[in-house]
């Protein structure tokens, strides 16, 4: 099928359009909304910009909407973004990288509904701890662009998640019940590189800032595609 991916350059929405190609579907284009809200209810902030130097990446068309991130507000805005989208690329469906969330796959299915498109989630209901290491070996590098969660720190913002990584946080979740993909909420990930990139980004400035010892953003100043 022809589909359309939401896509928030992060681990969960990139991995999903890598799910869907290696099915046989076609992705005409990408879908990305940017927030005036930094704690919006359905949209990934941190790092949202690079969506479209990763779009360049992968060759893929890139929709952009904008919304000031209002709960519920924002769904008409995500819905207008989708109508445009679909309206200049021929699509049939949409990609989420929903794992759990019933409040933002509830009403994607919703928008979907009303606009005539089906919904594939590949990721729904998988193994978080299984999600993560099918990531690493499949050559996934992707970083943390924010942290909010007890066990995290200012280290963690900017670091490349590797083997080593995924051991703390397995040791985390034994400990505290944490959520290893971040489905909690207790991180956000920007993918740097993945078999879908002709290029990889390299982040050339970039600044932490934090609110407390365990929540903070990684914010991007300056970033590029290299050669791999």
Same mark, same amino acid.
């Given at each position: 099928?022809?589909?359309?991916?939401?896509?928030?350059?992060?681990?969960?929405?990139?991995?999903?359009?890598?799910?869907?190609?290696?099915?046989?579907?076609?992705?005409?284009?990408?879908?990305?909304?940017?927030?005036?809200?930094?704690?919006?209810?359905?949209?990934?902030?941190?790092?949202?910009?690079?969506?479209?130097?990763?779009?360049?990446?992968?060759?893929?068309?890139?929709?952009?909407?904008?919304?000031?991130? !209002?709960?519920?507000? #924002? +769904?008409?805005? @995500?819905?207008?973004?989708?109508?445009?989208?679909?309206?200049?690329?021929? &699509? *049939? $469906?949409?990609?989420?990288?929903?794992?759990?969330?019933?409040?933002?796959?509830?009403?994607?299915?919703?928008?979907?509904?009303?606009?005539?498109?089906?919904?594939?989630?590949?990721?729904?209901?998988?193994?978080?701890?299984?999600?993560?290491?099918?990531?690493?070996?499949?050559?996934?590098?992707?970083?943390?662009?924010?942290?909010?969660?007890?066990?995290?720190?200012?280290?963690?913002?900017?670091?490349? !998640?590797?083997?080593? #990584? +995924?051991?703390? @946080?397995?040791?985390?979740?034994?400990?505290?019940?944490?959520?290893?993909? &971040? *489905? $909690?909420?207790?991180?956000?990930?920007?993918?740097?590189?993945?078999?879908?990139?002709?290029?990889?980004?390299?982040?050339?400035?970039?600044?932490?800032?934090?609110?407390?010892?365990?929540?903070?953003?990684?914010?991007?100043?300056?970033?590029?595609?290299?050669?791999?």
């Amino acid at each position: 099928m022809k589909l359309a991916a939401l896509f928030t350059g992060g681990k969960d929405s990139t991995y999903a359009i890598y799910l869907a190609k290696q099915q046989g579907h076609e992705i005409t284009c990408l879908i990305t909304m940017k927030s005036e809200n930094p704690d919006s209810y359905m949209f990934h902030t941190p790092a949202i910009e690079l969506t479209e130097l990763q779009a360049e990446s992968m060759d893929i068309p890139i929709v952009i909407g904008g919304t000031e991130g !209002i709960k519920e507000e #924002e +769904l008409k805005d @995500l819905e207008k973004t989708i109508q445009k989208a679909k309206d200049n690329f021929e &699509f *049939e $469906g949409l990609i989420t990288g929903a794992l759990f969330s019933e409040y933002q796959s509830s009403r994607i299915e919703k928008i979907a509904e009303k606009l005539g498109l089906k919904v594939f989630s590949p990721l729904w209901h998988r193994s978080q701890e299984k999600l993560m290491e099918e990531l690493l070996e499949k050559g996934f590098k992707f970083i943390l662009t924010s942290v909010a969660g007890e066990g995290m720190s200012k280290d963690w913002l900017g670091k490349i !998640i590797t083997n080593s #990584e +995924l051991d703390k @946080l397995k040791d985390l979740n034994k400990e505290t019940g944490f959520h290893i993909a &971040f *489905e $909690g909420g207790e991180a956000e990930s920007l993918v740097l590189d993945c078999p879908l990139f002709k290029k990889k980004i390299k982040i050339i400035e970039s600044e932490k800032i934090m609110e407390n010892d365990y929540t903070g953003r990684l914010i991007v100043k300056k970033a590029k595609l290299i050669k791999k």
